[in-house]
């Protein structure tokens, strides 16, 4: 498998897509998701980013964030899913998360503003 090749520290907003365990519609209830919204919120204030936006679907998130102040993203999205799994995961299971996440990095207004609309389900 190629090495996933990631431009991180370079001071803009991220927009990550990461996705349940084999898309499963695990963040299908609101419980499931209170839990993630509620870790999210706990990062947010202990590592310092914002979030610009984020999108919970059965069976995947999108967040556009800020890069953190005290640690790295891929710090905070593996302590997110981390937490996130330990308490949604069901006994028995494999895992709640895949392994990795997809990260495209947002430069400018423009393309922010573009991607808080796709996660709102309007026009680009």
């Not at 996705?19 to 919204?37: D, I, K, M, W």
Request: hydrophobic letters at 40%; a positive charge.
């Amino acid at each position: 498998m190629a090495k996933l090749v990631r431009y991180q520290q370079c001071g803009c907003f991220h927009f990550i897509t990461f996705s349940c365990y084999h898309r499963q519609p695990l963040l299908g209830t609101p419980s499931a998701c209170n839990v993630f919204e509620g870790a999210l919120d706990v990062l947010r204030a202990k590592y310092g980013f914002v979030v610009a936006g984020y999108v919970l679907m059965p069976e995947h998130v999108h967040l556009l964030v800020s890069e953190p102040v005290r640690s790295s993203l891929s710090v905070v999205l593996q302590v997110l899913k981390q937490q996130t799994s330990r308490k949604l995961k069901a006994p028995g299971t494999v895992r709640f998360w895949q392994r990795r996440y997809y990260d495209f990095n947002v430069y400018n207004e423009k393309k922010r503003v573009e991607k808080l609309r796709y996660m709102a389900g309007g026009a680009p």
